[in-house]
């Protein structure tokens, strides 16, 4: 389970220097402008670095922009990640603890942010490859958690996602049912911390 939350958190482009790339960024930044929010059922495999199945989960999906996204993983084991647009909380109800940084922590790290996040300054971060439907997205820190996401479409609906690792790690999202976030579940992106929960606050202003 642990190694799911890690993936899907690592999971929240040159613009200058050569045409193609400048090109694929923005084809997915109109991409996401068309979607700019989006709730989805996916299905998740985990393979090693010899494509052997580690293991599988699914959930439900959502984000919305600016910096909102929810990641609920149901099977096997339960946990949360929500980010609010200010700060992201990872739940995980077995341990009974939560932890909370900043969503800038989590954008700083994450490929996924360009999901959400539309700041120049965060898009500069990584590059963008295009590949029919596909988006190879890369940060250009080398020492980042996460050495590539991949993100697909059909038309303008989010198909699947592809996070691999420094350390040859692949987890595979497949999306299915994609909906629109309807105005009744803005509640998805509120995480209220629920009670006996210990709570490790690794935000870099807090106050605690």
């Not at 595979?172 to 709570?199: A, C, H, M, R, W």
């Amino acid at each position: 389970m642990k190694r799911l939350i890690a993936l899907a958190i690592a999971g929240l482009p040159l613009l200058a220097h050569f045409p193609a790339q400048a090109d694929a960024s923005e084809q997915l930044k109109a991409k996401l402008t068309e979607i700019d929010n989006l709730k989805a059922n996916f299905s998740q495999t985990v393979t090693d670095i010899n494509d052997k199945v580690i293991q599988t989960g699914e959930g439900i999906f959502a984000l919305a922009q600016p910096n909102q996204f929810y990641w609920h993983l149901t099977a096997p084991d339960e946990s949360l990640i929500v980010a609010d647009g200010t700060d992201v909380w990872i739940y995980n109800p077995f341990a009974e603890e939560v932890s909370v940084m900043d969503v800038n922590q989590a954008i700083s790290a994450s490929p996924i942010a360009l999901l959400v996040h539309s700041d120049p300054d965060t898009w500069s971060q990584y590059q963008v490859k295009s590949n029919g439907q596909c988006f190879e997205i890369s940060p250009l820190d080398k020492d980042a958690g996460v050495a590539e996401v991949e993100v697909c479409f059909n038309d303008i609906t989010l198909t699947k996602m592809v996070l691999r690792d420094q350390q040859g790690n692949t987890s595979n999202f497949t999306l299915s049912d994609q909906t629109k976030v309807k105005e009744s579940e803005g509640d998805l992106f509120k995480f209220i911390v629920p009670e006996d929960v210990d709570i490790d606050d690794q935000r870099l202003k807090s106050i605690n």
